[in-house]
């Protein structure tokens, strides 16, 4: 992603088509200048006291003072040690000699197991209208190719042909990600199931969301729960809008008896650092969140490593009992066929859920990235990424024109294309599958339930892992 985050918004009054956002970054990673501790499991007090010993470090900050894992960033920014204790994690300020003494801690293996540097991460990227006109010419091109060879009967293709077939569009009722994962079918609603969204914020004053209680947090110094930005909004209303909407258009939203606990870990520019994406974690946990859902992350290199302090975290909220499943998108990075960028940072660890895009023919996006890095950074399934209809704020650009050039969509609503519109589609599910199987399901057993019910598509499971993900009917 540009490490700009202004936008070309689409101007078409006709055939609108939709802005892409995602997961990437700029050409070259970013630090902080700060560094990540991973501590052993089940001994914090021994490796926050090997830290201070080690380092010489006095000043800590510890997410459990707060109510509720609420840190407040100003203060865990003023300190040498930020400790995130149902992590296992410790965020440091460390010079060159308190670094080399960490790191060779790190390789006695002792209570401190590893040490990373902090990374900036994004939530999106100018829109290419261009791009994304190009890909809708190019899946329209592609449906009138199949229908002709299925006409036609090219041999060997029958079978291919005849799934290829399948599109989903918007209707009056429903958007085509809704129909296409069977939420508008299903009887459950992710009631009672707790899911934190860790992205800009959220739109408090959402008419679709009057009377939902929303639990939030900013995360992000001096800025409010507020997204000025539009991007954790219109995540939010794919994940958790509502059933019956206020603004009278089609339902977008899967679990809309879900609890919505909102953490805000971007800033209103979109970027946001490793310390305050942990601390939002930490939060989604302490808080009892079962479902965590990120479309976030930082563009990973061919042949690039997952970062062990992110996989452990993952592991342990995914293994513990009942657990946490986090859920991330697997980046815009790609520039199919041509380019087939690796999956994004958080996404491509292991125990992390890593969510392709597909559009409405059950295609794979153009930007979507693959799991092309043999060391770890595979995709494990697909949800819907390209014109995503959702809510967004009543801020966003073009609201002074409703119904004009700039506004194809009525106001605060949006339609959007990227990985990070596939994630939320995803979360949403699982919060129903949660609900439907009851609360005792371990986040290993969503993350079963999740891949086991997808619909396998004729594409490489490079590409979209398992495959479609469906909801419980």
Not at 31 to 43: A, H, N, P, S
Not at 221 to 237: L, M, R, Y
Not at 431 to 458: D, F, I, N, P
């Amino acid at each position: 992603m540009d490490q700009s985050c202004d936008r070309t918004r689409n101007s078409l009054s006709q055939s609108p088509t939709p802005p892409l956002v995602g997961v990437e970054t700029g050409p070259a990673s970013e630090f902080t200048g700060k560094y990540m501790v991973l501590l052993r499991d089940g001994e914090m007090k021994e490796g926050l006291q090997a830290i201070k010993r080690v380092a010489s470090l006095t000043s800590v900050c510890v997410a459990a003072d707060y109510e509720g894992a609420a840190v407040r960033m100003d203060e865990a920014g003023k300190a040498e040690v930020f400790v995130l204790d149902k992590l296992g994690v410790a965020v440091v300020s460390a010079d060159p000699p308190q670094l080399r003494r960490l790191q060779s801690a790190a390789a006695e293996g002792g209570a401190i197991l590893a040490v990373e540097p902090e990374r900036i991460m994004y939530a999106i990227e100018p829109a290419r209208d261009r791009l994304a006109i190009l890909d809708y010419l190019r899946g329209y091109r592609d449906a009138v190719n199949r229908l002709y060879d299925s006409l036609t009967g090219v041999p060997g293709e029958a079978e291919k042909e005849l799934a290829a077939l399948t599109a989903f569009t918007d209707n009056a009722e429903f958007t085509w990600g809704v129909q296409a994962t069977r939420v508008n079918q299903s009887r459950f609603s992710g009631r009672g199931v707790r899911v934190a969204v860790l992205d800009t914020g959220f739109d408090l004053d959402h008419p679709d969301f009057v009377g939902r209680p929303v639990v939030s947090h900013s995360f992000v110094h001096v800025q409010t729960i507020e997204d000025v930005h539009d991007h954790g909004t219109h995540c939010i209303g794919t994940a958790l809008g509502a059933q019956q909407l206020a603004g009278g258009v089609r339902r977008y939203g899967c679990a809309f008896g879900g609890d919505i606990y909102v953490g805000k870990v971007l800033s209103n520019q979109g970027s946001g650092a490793d310390s305050a994406i942990l601390a939002g974690i930490n939060w989604a946990i302490t808080n009892s969140c079962r479902v965590i859902s990120m479309s976030l992350g930082a563009r990973v290199q061919p042949g690039g490593a997952f970062s062990s302090i992110y996989e452990n975290v993952a592991q342990r909220a995914l293994t513990s009992n009942p657990g946490a499943l986090i859920i991330a998108a697997a980046g815009n990075d790609s520039n199919r066929p041509i380019v087939i960028a690796p999956v994004s940072r958080p996404a491509n660890c292991p125990s992390i859920l890593a969510v392709a895009a597909l559009d409405s023919n059950l295609g794979i996006a153009r930007f979507s990235n693959g799991g092309i890095n043999p060391n770890g950074g595979g995709v494990d399934v697909a949800g819907q990424g390209v014109s995503v209809f959702s809510s967004v704020p009543d801020s966003f650009p073009a609201w002074d024109q409703p119904g004009g050039p700039g506004r194809p969509w009525p106001p605060r609503y949006h339609t959007i294309s990227g990985t990070s519109m596939a994630t939320p589609h995803v979360a949403g599910i699982a919060a129903m599958w949660l609900e439907a199987r009851g609360a005792g399901t371990t986040a290993q057993g969503l993350w079963q339930l999740l891949t086991g019910s997808a619909v396998r598509l004729l594409l490489p499971s490079r590409d979209v892992g398992a495959g479609l993900v469906q909801g419980p009917v």
